[in-house]
Antibody, heavy 122, light 108 residues
């Protein structure tokens, strides 16, 4: 059974950098896309970006200038950095596995971490 | 950016009734659409992938249909545990792979 676990500070000061790591257990990081998705309190889901196990990335243009996603296959981990944070970046951050497209089908985002609340406040 | 618009925002039904949720894309996403269920305090759960395929372990009362720009999630006979928020998401040709704003399915 694949499990994902987010880790990182729950409180970040405005203008600083938010850093989260997702550790994947019960399966290999190879062969899949690994996503970061966030959800502000009481609101909907926002796709931040993803990374293929080989290192190629896709980002949401609305955040692209402030976001970086990286992968460490030796540790079965991937990470998120969001720079110059403001209160608008306060959200539950989820890491997740996207099965990607094979042939003419997309297999969806099948495994999610439990989510971690990051609050931006001084 | 492809915008996904879900309707209705809130759907009030009783257990045993049929639920029909809509997701409309601002441009074609082919069949690259998924549906998720989210309960309070939990991560979303994949229900349907590639528009019409049930994910592993999802009951047969959940079904998806559509292609291009118009998609539907149908729950044939609501169980008490089905009352939750439902999101659609696309993985079209270009990022961002956006979500719809959600439909809240509440008990009438």
């Amino acid at each position: 059974q694949v499990q994902l676990q987010e880790s990182g500070p729950g409180l970040v000061k405005p203008s600083e950098t938010l850093s989260l790591t997702c550790t994947v257990s019960g399966g290999s990081i190879s062969g899949y896309y690994w996503s970061w998705i966030r959800q502000p309190p009481g609101k909907g889901l926002e796709w931040i970006g993803d990374i293929y196990y080989s290192g190629s990335t896709n980002y949401n243009p609305s955040l692209k200038s402030r976001v970086a996603i990286s992968v460490d296959t030796s540790k079965n981990q991937f990470s998120l950095k969001v720079s110059s944070v403001t209160a608008a970046d306060t959200a539950v951050y989820y890491c997740a596995r996207d099965l990607g497209k094979y042939g003419s089908s997309w297999y969806g985002v099948d495994y999610w971490g439990q989510g971690t609340l990051v609050t931006v406040s001084s | 950016e492809i915008v996904l618009t879900q309707s209705p925002a809130t759907l009030s039904l009783s257990p045993g009734e049929r639920a029909t949720l809509s997701c409309r894309a601002s441009q074609s996403v082919s069949s690259y659409l998924a549906w998720y269920q989210q309960k309070p305090g939990q991560a979303p759960r994949l229900l349907i992938y590639d528009a019409s395929n049930r994910a592993t372990g999802i009951p047969a009362r959940f079904s998806g249909s559509g292609s291009g720009t118009d998609f539907t999630l149908t729950i044939s006979s609501l169980e008490p545990e089905d009352f939750a928020v439902y999101y659609c998401q696309h993985r079209g040709n270009w990022p961002p792979y956006t979500f719809g704003q959600g439909t809240k399915l509440e008990i009438k």
